[in-house]
């Protein structure tokens, strides 16, 4: 079984930068897709970025792109969200998760492996 946990949210100012992190347990993801999905207060849940198994190809939500950084570090079983130049919409839980494919892209219904979230609230 997996478990992802992930950290690194806060409270900051219109833009700040924050990293976020998310640790993996229980078997290695080398080689799995991962990603990164948000949920605003009273939205749906979306997806906000997402890697390749060997950290070469990423794809990333416009709202996103130009901002935002994933990347992952295989050896140490952890994903990473660089987070600059953040707005207040982008004020949400953040998930992490993992897809057994090597690469999953924005389609939820692919990743099977989920953390708890971790909150990031930016202030205006």
């Known amino acids: 079984q997996v478990q992802l946990v992930e950290s690194g949210g806060g409270l900051v100012q219109a833009g700040d930068s924050l990293r976020l992190s998310c640790a993996a347990s229980?078997?290695?993801?080398?080689?799995?897709?991962m990603g990164w999905f948000r949920q605003a207060p009273g939205k749906e849940r979306e997806f906000a970025a997402a890697?390749?198994?060997?950290?070469?190809?990423?794809y990333y939500q416009d709202s996103v792109k130009g901002r935002f950084t994933i990347s992952r570090d295989n050896a140490k079983g952890t994903l990473y969200l660089q987070m600059n130049s953040l707005k207040p919409e982008d004020t949400a839980v953040y998930y992490c998760?993992?897809?057994?494919?090597?690469?999953?892209?924005?389609?939820?219904?692919?990743?099977?492996?989920w953390g708890q979230g971790t909150q990031v609230t930016v202030s205006s």
């Open positions: 229980g078997r290695t993801l080398s080689g799995y897709g």
């Open positions: 998760t993992a897809c057994r494919s090597s690469f999953c892209s924005a389609y939820a219904t692919l990743y099977e492996w």
């Open positions: 890697i390749n198994g060997i950290g070469g190809v990423t």
